[in-house]
C-alpha cells in the first residue's frame, strides 16, 4: 500500500470510523489488527519522504528568492555565494543586462 501519508491517514480514519461496534459499546469498535498497523507502517515509512520533499521545496523557494533578490541588484555586486539556480538566474540577469539599450 503506496500513497501520501493524507491519503494514508484518510484510509486509516474511514477504515476504523467503518468498523463494527464492539458488543454491548458504542465507544470501541473491532478491526483488523494487521491492516491497521500496515497502514502506520506504510504511514510511518512515507512521512520523512514528505519531510523530505517538503524540506526540498523550501530551499528552491528560498534559491529562487535570493535569485530574484541579487537580479534586481546593480551588476557590480558579486553573485551570492552557492550555484545551481541562483547561478543560472544571475547568468541570466547579466546577459539580459547587457543586451538591453540605454535611454528611453
Known amino acids: 500500500m503506496a500513497g501520501s501519508v493524507e491519503e494514508l491517514l ?14 454491548l ?3 470501541r469498535c473491532v478491526i483488523e489488527r494487521d491492516r491497521v498497523l500496515d497502514m502506520i507502517d506504510d504511514v510511518k515509512a512515507e512521512l520523512p519522504v514528505e519531510i523530505k520533499r517538503a524540506k526540498d521545496l523550501v530551499a528552491n523557494r528560498n ?20 550555484g545551481g539556480l ?19
Open 10 to 23: 484518510d484510509l486509516l480514519y474511514t477504515e476504523i470510523e467503518e468498523a463494527k461496534n464492539a458488543p
Open 25 to 27: 459499546n458504542n465507544d
Open 63 to 82: 534559491d529562487y528568492i535570493a535569485s530574484a533578490a541579487w537580479l534586481g541588484r546593480d551588476d557590480e555586486q558579486p553573485a551570492p555565494a552557492g
Open 86 to 104: 541562483r547561478q543560472a538566474a544571475g547568468e541570466r540577469g547579466r546577459h539580459c543586462a547587457g543586451g538591453r539599450e540605454e535611454g528611453g
